[in-house]
């Protein structure tokens, strides 16, 4: 298939628009569709897609503006891909939306969609090039500019998303796994399967398993488990190391079991703690483990950078990855990806995304990182008097103006032990805050930069400033509950890769709704003299 840029964007003699009567016309230019149709549909760039096609003369693709027009409005009014098939055909919305008033018929059919997808989905991987994450940023930063929003102030936030998969139990987990490779093996080469494994292969197998033995049968399971786990290896061998089921099987084994005196048994507290990236669901590989504030999540997450204004704000990018990925992970990536601001870029986030090596950073991209929470233990306030060499080797003076006699660094914990004259210590109104050991000659205390801003911080949190900063920061926690209640977040297909694409989709149409409203005069931050 050969890539074209669709030259259909005008309307034509027989265009069924041109029929429509004055008040049906008005209606329509009233409508979403009409801003659809003006201001997103003209600015994705088909040209970045390219790539996904050949270079000889073949039949052409279906115009990429429409694909992505489609998936963009798919997501908001959540449609499935039928749906928006079958909409597209007999809703005038969507054929202005998406230009193909003129079309004689649809060009989007029931696999157009999600053959696109699987284009995307296969460069990625085979480039480490994500474009549609791309095509939604670039749709995003033009948003921004319509809705006159500089970049100036910024905030950001993750959340954490639950994989579409159901809980498994230990015991589950293995048995799943070992019945998806000989369901596997008896399809490739069922001769090879002994008769004792042979159950597994059988739908109702699982029930017999499960729901129809006594709780004290269960430890007689384990090992009849791990049992066949063992002869399905020697059966293997080294045969199925390319096989995907293969694969899930020797990683749930190596998650959930160890061999002691040549006997497998199943992992315990005492051989060390579960990894958080083990196997959750063999029905989504990627998805991991973690527990946060108490609670336990099995999937991913992701992160969300909003740019904010007087008009309004947009989520002008976004990450997503497997929920062992911290919020300080995701600011370095997203920091390390830009370019040096001419203007600085205020960022407010919250405490998880402080840190020495995060505000160094920043400051390299003209950043002004700002946290509005601290975790961890309080740092006395004289320390932010303090000056440290560039990289935080060396503390030059002391709250009190003090040069210190001597110092050393200790890289792994990057604190300085510094020493300085006992008189100047002695009787210091710091003394309390520094707490230093007072000795005859001299006064010796350990101290960091990262402690030294961390003081800074806590003293620029009383400032005026940053009051309008954290009121600011809050408005990025509702997107999260935006998304989960408007666009059915827990949902996403399994899958790191492909709940990302749709990820995607889903800020897309969060975006374009903000954009809605602003063109129809909601929303206003102007109150708050940050954005004045």
Not at 357 to 376: F, R, S
Request: proline content about 3%; glycine content about 4%.
């Amino acid at each position: 298939m050969s890539f074209k840029t669709n030259d259909c964007q005008q309307l034509s003699l027989d265009d069924s628009f041109t029929a429509l009567t004055e008040r049906e016309r008005k209606a329509l230019e009233k409508s979403w569709a009409k801003i659809f149709a003006d201001e997103i549909f003209p600015s994705i760039d088909e040209e970045r897609f390219s790539v996904l096609y050949c270079d000889k003369a073949s039949r052409p693709n279906t115009p990429v503006n429409v694909i992505i027009g489609a998936l963009i409005i798919k997501e908001l009014f959540d449609y499935s891909d039928d749906e928006i098939v079958e909409n597209l055909m007999l809703d005038l919305h969507l054929q202005y939306a998406l230009h193909t008033t003129s079309f004689a018929e649809q060009p989007i059919s029931d696999k157009t969609l999600s053959r696109f997808r699987k284009r995307c989905y296969d460069y990625e991987t085979l480039h480490g090039v994500d474009l549609y994450h791309d095509c939604v940023k670039d749709l995003s930063g033009k948003i921004a500019k319509i809705m006159k929003l500089n970049g100036r102030i910024r905030r950001m936030d993750s959340m954490m998303i639950e994989a579409n998969i159901r809980f498994q139990s230990r015991m589950e987990l293995i048995y799943t796994c070992i019945s998806k490779l000989v369901v596997y093996l008896t399809k490739k080469q069922p001769d090879m399967v002994p008769e004792p494994l042979r159950h597994y292969a059988d739908p109702n197998d699982y029930n017999r398993i499960f729901y129809h033995q006594r709780n004290d049968d269960m430890e007689a399971i384990i090992q009849t488990l791990l049992a066949d786990s063992d002869c399905l290896l020697e059966l293997c061998k080294t045969d199925f190391e390319e096989t995907t089921e293969y694969q899930l099987f020797v990683r749930c084994l190596s998650d959930q079991t160890v061999v002691e005196n040549d006997k497998r048994r199943l992992r315990t507290r005492e051989d060390g703690t579960m990894n958080s990236s083990a196997l959750q669901n063999p029905s989504d590989p990627d998805a991991t483990y973690r527990n946060k504030a108490g609670k336990s999540y099995r999937g991913y997450a992701a992160n969300i950078e909003e740019t904010v204004g007087k008009n309004g704000s947009v989520v002008t990018d976004y990450q997503f990855d497997k929920n062992t990925h911290t919020d300080s992970h995701f600011l370095q990536e997203s920091l390390s990806a830009m370019e040096k601001s001419e203007e600085e870029i205020i960022l407010v986030t919250d405490g998880g995304y402080d840190g020495q090596d995060n505000v160094a950073l920043a400051k390299e991209k003209n950043v002004k990182l700002v946290t509005t929470a601290l975790i961890g233990k309080e740092a006395p306030d004289a320390l932010a008097d303090f000056e440290f060499n560039e990289d935080g080797t060396r503390l030059l003076k002391c709250a009190a103006g003090h040069e210190p006699a001597s110092q050393s660094y200790t890289k792994t914990t990057r604190q300085c032990r510094v020493s300085f004259d006992r008189n100047h210590c002695v009787g210091c109104p710091y003394q309390n805050q520094c707490r230093p050991k007072i000795y005859k000659k001299v006064a010796t205390f350990i101290t960091s930069k990262n402690a030294s801003n961390r003081a800074k911080s806590q003293r620029y949190m009383q400032s005026e400033e940053f009051s309008n900063l954290a009121r600011l920061r809050n408005g990025v926690e509702t997107i999260p509950a935006n998304i989960r209640k408007n666009y059915h977040l827990d949902k996403l297909p399994r899958g790191k890769q492909r709940g990302k694409f749709f990820f995607g989709s889903k800020i897309a149409a969060l975006n374009f709704r903000k954009l809605f409203g602003f063109r129809k005069g909601l929303g206003n931050y102007a109150q708050n003299p940050m954005l004045a």
